[in-house]
């Protein structure tokens, strides 16, 4: 017979052992915590410096950068940074604030295009040590795009062609620029509003206003596209996971372009098969699920590859019917850029 010390041992062992099964359980995961689907930034409810949004860029840290035409914000988690007399520069209608676009170099420093201005870059970790860009090491006063790609170089695209630096190793040291236009280059001598860097071949895409798309395969070759009814001003790239890229245009709608095969495919509106609210396409996202956004001057449209949905200020929060641009964090909400504000953006809830 059992005594009831050896009982009480057995229950005690069977317990340890138990509790170690759990322990060794791999912990349920937590479903993500989401919140409303919309959510509004503006000059009354946040520190925006000004409701016309003109560029949105992400960081890797997750912080977001609005460039404006009253200077430029960052928001990070709960947080905003306003960076507004940096950024002032002369014109002949006065002084002015207008940012075009902003891009965080390699290095962690700031670039902010101006809308006239030439260059303000803020050096990392020196808030207080700027640096200015003018020509003629730029082909242009006034910025349109800036993007960075994986060697550390800074691209900009201009009023007048694109312009590249090669940044110094340190603050005491010049940079190195280089001018792109007709005379060295397919570029054209003309506004290039539309820069973006291939993720699967470091190739950089330069949309224009007359020529189509050229590719430049860094110092060993160009190439240019163009579908046979040429769009008009090619105002935004976006690469999906495969073989496709994606522009939006000033009044030809949005084009799918196959880097395999070079064969173009038009989206339109519905009167020409397609789903897009209107022929003015500002701005392209690509999400998680390979879905294409489109930012439009008639509202916001969605893409799934067999289906179209449409949001605009009638059916939605969207705080305007005109889009400037789209980008999309690590988390999969949608940042949306207006003439009237941000508008943070998720069908099942905005991820936390």
Same mark, same amino acid.
């Given at each position: 017979?059992f005594?009831?010390?050896?009982i009480?041992l057995i229950?005690i062992?069977?317990?340890?052992?138990?509790f170690?099964?759990?322990?060794?359980?791999?912990?349920?995961?937590?479903?993500?915590?989401?919140?409303?689907?919309?959510?509004?930034?503006?000059?009354?409810?946040?520190?925006?410096?000004?409701?016309k949004?003109?560029?949105?860029?992400?960081?890797?840290?997750?912080?977001?950068w609005?460039?404006?035409?009253?200077g430029?914000n960052?928001?990070?988690?709960e947080t905003?940074?306003?960076?507004t007399?940096?950024?002032?520069?002369n014109?002949a209608?006065?002084?002015?604030?207008?940012?075009?676009a902003i891009?965080v170099g390699?290095d962690?420093?700031?670039w902010y295009?101006?809308?006239g201005?030439?260059?303000?870059r803020?050096m990392?970790?020196?808030?207080?040590?700027?640096k200015?860009?003018?020509?003629?090491?730029?082909?242009?006063?006034?910025i349109y795009s800036?993007?960075?790609?994986?060697?550390?170089?800074?691209?900009?695209?201009?009023?007048?062609?694109?312009?590249?630096?090669?940044p110094?190793p340190?603050i005491?040291s010049?940079?190195?620029?280089?001018?792109?236009?007709?005379?060295n280059s397919?570029?054209?001598d003309?506004?290039?509003?539309?820069i973006?860097?291939?993720?699967?071949?470091?190739?950089?895409w330069f949309?224009?206003?007359?020529?189509?798309?050229?590719?430049?395969?860094?110092d060993i070759?160009?190439n240019?596209?163009a579908?046979?009814?040429?769009?008009?001003?090619?105002?935004s790239?976006?690469?999906?996971?495969?073989k496709?890229?994606?522009f939006?245009?000033?009044?030809d709608?949005?084009?799918?372009?196959?880097?395999?095969?070079?064969e173009?495919?038009?989206?339109?509106d519905s009167?020409?098969?397609g789903?897009l $609210?209107?022929? *003015?396409?500002n701005?392209? +996202?690509?999400d998680q699920?390979? =879905?294409i956004?489109? %930012? &439009?001057?008639? !509202?916001?449209?969605?893409?799934?590859?067999?289906?179209?949905?449409?949001?605009?200020?009638?059916n939605?929060?969207l $705080?305007?019917? *005109?889009?400037?641009?789209? +980008?999309v964090?690590?988390?999969? =909400?949608?940042w949306? %850029? &207006?003439?009237n !504000?941000v508008?943070?953006?998720?069908?099942?809830?905005?991820?936390?």
């Amino acid at each position: 017979m059992f005594s009831f010390k050896n009982i009480l041992l057995i229950l005690i062992i069977v317990t340890i052992a138990i509790f170690s099964l759990d322990c060794n359980k791999a912990p349920i995961p937590t479903a993500p915590q989401r919140d409303i689907p919309w959510k509004i930034f503006n000059k009354s409810n946040s520190l925006l410096v000004d409701n016309k949004i003109n560029s949105i860029y992400i960081d890797a840290s997750g912080g977001k950068w609005f460039s404006t035409n009253n200077g430029a914000n960052r928001l990070l988690s709960e947080t905003w940074e306003n960076v507004t007399s940096q950024l002032e520069y002369n014109t002949a209608r006065g002084r002015s604030r207008a940012v075009n676009a902003i891009a965080v170099g390699k290095d962690g420093s700031i670039w902010y295009g101006l809308a006239g201005g030439g260059i303000r870059r803020r050096m990392v970790g020196q808030s207080n040590i700027w640096k200015e860009y003018r020509t003629p090491d730029l082909t242009s006063d006034i910025i349109y795009s800036i993007k960075t790609d994986d060697a550390g170089d800074i691209w900009v695209g201009t009023a007048s062609g694109v312009s590249r630096c090669k940044p110094a190793p340190n603050i005491q040291s010049e940079d190195r620029w280089y001018q792109y236009n007709s005379e060295n280059s397919l570029i054209p001598d003309e506004p290039i509003q539309s820069i973006g860097i291939s993720p699967h071949d470091g190739t950089v895409w330069f949309g224009t206003y007359s020529l189509g798309v050229i590719r430049y395969d860094v110092d060993i070759d160009w190439n240019y596209f163009a579908p046979n009814d040429l769009p008009l001003p090619i105002l935004s790239t976006v690469f999906t996971y495969g073989k496709y890229v994606w522009f939006g245009t000033y009044g030809d709608w949005a084009y799918q372009f196959n880097s395999q095969t070079t064969e173009w495919k038009q989206f339109a509106d519905s009167a020409k098969g397609g789903g897009l $609210p209107n022929f *003015i396409v500002n701005a392209v +996202a690509h999400d998680q699920n390979n =879905n294409i956004w489109f %930012g &439009t001057n008639n !509202g916001l449209a969605k893409y799934t590859g067999s289906k179209w949905q449409r949001w605009n200020t009638i059916n939605s929060e969207l $705080p305007s019917d *005109i889009i400037t641009s789209l +980008a999309v964090d690590k988390k999969g =909400n949608l940042w949306i %850029g &207006t003439t009237n !504000g941000v508008a943070e953006f998720n069908e099942a809830g905005i991820l936390k």
